[in-house]
């Protein structure tokens, strides 16, 4: 029997498979005949070599979206309200046992930091900014944003020294673009993107642009000001944080760039669909002569090989006359309704107005829905298209998006939060501001004790409900049996549990001290949210169904 293959079966073959094992290994991954993939050539290089050449181009290309991409600048601000939300707290953790010390101390310490941190922290001031601009929780908000954009953020920890600080700790955020090797300097093993490394990896320091590269007409621009990563004893100078992707990784990339050309292609597909909407509106109606283009040229005097003179004779009198009269004409009315009186023999159509592309079409929302994924953010809250929206995909997008939240929370705000609250502490605690810290306290240079001083949680956005009362609900079945605490579940509406407490306290004794009756918690039957009737024969108070607050 005699099989007749093509050439390109032939050399398939020969590379693949009968005679032997294949010159690509098993996977179809790594063919360098098929068709779809014989022109796929994809570098192999390090991460400082796939991202420090492109990625001044890719920066500028991302900010450019998200300056006039009102999408993309949303996602932006949905990444920062997920994350951070209107403020970020301080859930101050001491670890007692390391440091040789009890629970006592622990809570008057956690409760005293707290106070004098976030008074420091978020004072209208705005001490803990350097130049006096920001929050603790806008740094934290820009820190996000800068995330977004470039992939990483830059700060100095600086020691100001002005008359009126309570505290000489200050940060200043720095534009990333500044961070760049100088003019002279050869990128080498230890010196890649402004940032000096060890033969480790770990960096020594930061070669920081005096002025933006882009302002040429500024002369700091083309110096530079190296800054050591940390101080001799250890305090760190700068806050560079980035998530690193694979080995060997200096700088940071953005998430956006995976979706730059598609941000790119529903930009100019909403405006052309706009365009082409205002186009199509212009011309809104018509004006049409019933008379046939033969009679009209008969009547003109012109023959087969004189249309264009009848044409263009046609034209100058006819339709000139019918300007004139419609021009001159006066319209009648009915009921306050215009009505046109038309030249004899021409009728009015109006030309309704096409939108075969509209701005809400399918195409235009799997555009939409790859942007939303590539900034790690609900395409529901993104577009604010709620129309295919219910209760069981809306929890369960929010489910996932809030694990993707929590872990950018961790990576990004709770890093950069945690060094600048240290790098306060540090001070605090040296000043001999903190009260709470017993005589002979173990030193915050000696092994973990500056870990251990400085361990904390933070408090941002609230994860959003949909139903209040069935998650208020589920809340409280994981208090009682033990699958959760108040500290979490506080933290998952944006709350601190021992101010809830506080709070209530107060509100209680209130209440009491002005005559009015306080409701027992155990009143209410959190399984149905209603109140429940103590004492009432029959009633099974015990019941696997009554769940008490």
Known sequence: MIRVISPDQAVE????????????????????????????????????A????????????????????????????????????????LNSKPDARVLGLDEDWAQEFQAEVESKFTLYAESPECWIHAGRKMTFTDIIRLAVGMDVAAGEFLATAE????????????????DVDRLSTPFGETENSRLRGGVHMDKWGAPKGYYIRNAHPADWFNAESYTWKYVPARKPWGRAQVIHNYEVMRPDQTRGLSEMVTALKEIRITRRFRDVTLQNAVLNATYAASIESDMPSEAVYGMLGGGEG??????????TQYLGAVAKYSGNARNLQLDGVKIPHLFPGTKLNLQPVKDDNNAGSDFEKSLLRYIAAALHVDYHELSHDFSDANYSNLKASLAATGRTMAAKKRRCADRVATIIYRLWLEEAINKGDIQSMPRNAPSWYDGLNADAYSHCAWIGATMGQIDELKETQAAVLRLKYQLSTREDEAARLGKDWRKLLIQAEREEKEMIERGL????????????????ESGVEGENT???EDTDV
């Open 517 to 532: 009756v306080v409701e027992e918690a155990n009143a209410i039957n959190a399984a149905s949210g209603t109140p429940r």
């Open 542 to 544: 015990g019941s696997e």
């Open 159 to 174: 020691w100001l020294r002005d008359s009126g600080r309570p505290y000489h700790t200050a940060i200043q955020v720095v």
């Open 306 to 315: 004189d249309v264009g003179g009848a044409l263009e004779k046609y034209a």
């Open 50 to 89: 796939d991202i420090l050449p492109g990625k001044p181009i890719m920066d500028g290309r991302a900010r450019d979206a998200l300056r006039n991409d009102g999408y993309v600048a949303a996602g932006s601000t949905i990444r920062k309200d997920r994350i951070v939300g209107a403020m970020f707290m």
């Open 13 to 48: 073959e020969l590379v693949s498979g009968t005679t032997g094992e294949r010159m690509d290994g098993g996977f179809d991954a790594a063919s360098r005949v098929d068709r779809m993939l014989a022109t796929w050539d994809a570098p192999l290089q390090s991460a400082d």
